[in-house]
Nanobody
């Protein structure tokens, strides 16, 4: 059984920073591709960032490129999302997700496991 638990969300002023972390249980964490998605009220869940199993490849949504950075520590079984230069439009529930395949990293339905989400609120 794979479980994902996010932490690090909160309230921050525009221009500030937050670091989200996702702890993953399961013996095969190092083989999973990992991603972060977000969902704002009344909107569909959208891709934010993803990282390959060996951290050799990272992917970002255009809206966060240059502001957010995804990283992983396979020894600690964690994946982090450093968010800088936050904007009010970044306000959403952020979800960590894991996938066993290497394709379609920007597509939510391709992920096998999901966390419960953590709220990020950016005030103007």
């Amino acid at each position: 059984q794979v479980q994902l638990v996010e932490s690090g969300g909160g309230l921050v002023q525009a221009g500030g920073s937050l670091r989200l972390s996702c702890a993953v249980s399961g013996r095969t964490f190092s083989t999973y591709g990992m991603g972060w998605f977000r969902q704002a009220p009344g909107k569909e869940r959208e891709f934010v960032a993803a990282i390959s199993w060996g951290a050799g490849s990272t992917y970002y949504a255009d809206s966060v490129k240059g502001r957010f950075a995804i990283s992983r520590d396979n020894a600690k079984k964690t994946v982090d999302l450093q968010m800088n230069g936050l904007k009010p439009e970044d306000t959403a529930v952020y979800y960590c997700a894991a996938k066993t395949s290497t394709i379609m990293v920007r597509t939510a339905s391709s992920y096998n496991y999901w966390g419960q989400g953590t709220q990020v609120t950016v005030s103007s």
